[in-house]
C-alpha cells in the first residue's frame, strides 16, 4: 500500500526513517503482533530491511506457492458482486505466479484438482505436502509416491484385522455355520424372532384346536405351514454318481439314515460336505437300475485322490432328504 510513497517520495530519507514510517501506517492490533514478535528488540531498534522481512512473515503469504495455485483453479463466486469476484480472481492469479509455472508442475496440479471426492481427502493431503516440499516434482514421481502409500495404508490394515478374517473356510459345515442366526421370518408356531424348530410351543396344545406343536391364536399359520411343508416333500429330481465301492474305509463312527430313492429304501451315510451323491453298484440294482450316463466331473476326495466313478443317473429323490430342492 505505501510501496510507492516510501521507494519513490521517500528516497531522500534514511533507513531509520523508513523503517519508523511503516510501523506508523501499523493499526493497534497489527502493531501489537509485530512487537511482540520482535520481543527482546522494539521496533525502533530494527533496520528498514529487517522490519520490511519481518512484515511480511507476519502479515504477507503464508502458504506454498503451489497451495496458491491449487486455490486460484478452485476458486468459486459464492454470492459476492460480480465486481468483487472479478477483483478476487485477478488477485489470486497474480498470487499463483503462473507465468513461471512449469509444464510438470501444471499437470502435478490438474492431476490434484481432479482428486475431489471424499474417499481422496488423504491422497489430495499427501499429494499437496509432496509438492510443498519439493514444486520440481514431476507427475510420474507424484503418481508413484501416492501409490507407495495407498500399498502401505492397505497392508497396515491388513495386520490389522481379526485372523478369522484372514482364513478361508475349509468345509461346508463351517460355512454353514456362519450364516445369519436370526431367522428370515417370524416363528409360525407363536409370532416369535426364533427359529420354528427352537420355539417354546413345538411340543405344546393349542387350547383352541388342540392339535399339537403351536402356541394359541397361531392356528390357522400352523396349519399353512403344514400345508406348504407337505407340498415340499414332493419328489425331485437329483443326480446320484453309481461309483464302485469296493474298497471301505477305516472303521469309525457314522450316521446314517433311510432313504427312499425310485420308491426303494436305501440306507445312505449322512455327509453334509459332500458335493455329490455316490451309490454303489449293490444300491443301483435295488432301485431297478435306472439309465446311466457317461460322468460330467471327475470326482476327488476329501484328500485329493481320484475316486472311481462309473456313471451317472437321474433319480426320484423326496426333496425332505435334500438340503434344497433343484
Known amino acids: 500500500r505505501y510501496e510507492d510513497v516510501i521507494v519513490q517520495d521517500g528516497s531522500t530519507l534514511d533507513e531509520a526513517t523508513k523503517a519508523r514510517l511503516i510501523v506508523s501506517k501499523l493499526d493497534a492490533v497489527a502493531y501489537t503482533r509485530f512487537a511482540n514478535h520482535i520481543l527482546p528488540k522494539r521496533p525502533s531498534e530494527l533496520c528498514f530491511d529487517d522490519t520490511v522481512k519481518t512484515l511480511k512473515e507476519l502479515f504477507g503469504h503464508n502458504t506454498s506457492v503451489f497451495a496458491r495455485r491449487y486455490t486460484y483453479l478452485r476458486t468459486q463466486r459464492n454470492g459476492e458482486s460480480l465486481s468483487d469476484y472479478t477483483g478476487m480472481v485477478n488477485r489470486r492469479h497474480q498470487m499463483a505466479e503462473f507465468n513461471a509455472i512449469t509444464p510438470e ?34 507427475l510420474k514421481e507424484l503418481s508413484l509416491e501416492i ?50 424348530r427352537n420355539c417354546y410351543f413345538i411340543d405344546k396344545t393349542c387350547h383352541d384346536c388342540k392339535r399339537i406343536g403351536h402356541k394359541k391364536g397361531y392356528c390357522k399359520s400352523f396349519t399353512n405351514k403344514r400345508s406348504r411343508n407337505r407340498k415340499k416333500s414332493r419328489a425331485t429330481s437329483n443326480v446320484v454318481v453309481i461309483a464302485s465301492t469296493g474298497t471301505d474305509v477305516a472303521p469309525v463312527n457314522r450316521n446314517y439314515r433311510k432313504v427312499n430313492i425310485n420308491g426303494a429304501t436305501i440306507q445312505m451315510r449322512l455327509d453334509t460336505g459332500a458335493d455329490v451323491t455316490l451309490l454303489s453298484i449293490k444300491d443301483w440294482i435295488k432301485i431297478n437300475r435306472p439309465k446311466l450316463l457317461p460322468p460330467l466331473v471327475k470326482l476327488k476326495s476329501a484328500d485329493n485322490k481320484d475316486i472311481k466313478e462309473e456313471e451317472t443317473a437321474t433319480l426320484q429323490i423326496p426333496s425332505r432328504y435334500l438340503a434344497s430342492t433343484g
Open 147 to 196: 501409490q507407495q502409500f495407498l500399498n502401505i495404508r492397505r497392508d497396515a490394515k491388513l495386520l490389522g484385522s481379526p485372523p478369522s478374517l484372514l482364513q478361508p473356510e475349509v468345509n461346508a459345515v463351517a460355512i454353514k455355520n456362519n450364516c445369519a442366526q436370526n431367522p428370515p421370518s417370524p416363528c409360525f408356531r407363536c409370532g416369535g424372532s426364533h427359529w420354528a
Open 105 to 138: 508442475q501444471m499437470k502435478c496440479l490438474v492431476w490434484i484438482c481432479g482428486l475431489h471426492t471424499p474417499d481422496d481427502a488423504d491422497i489430495r493431503t499427501r499429494a499437496l505436502r509432496k509438492m510443498e516440499d519439493n514444486p520440481q516434482t514431476t
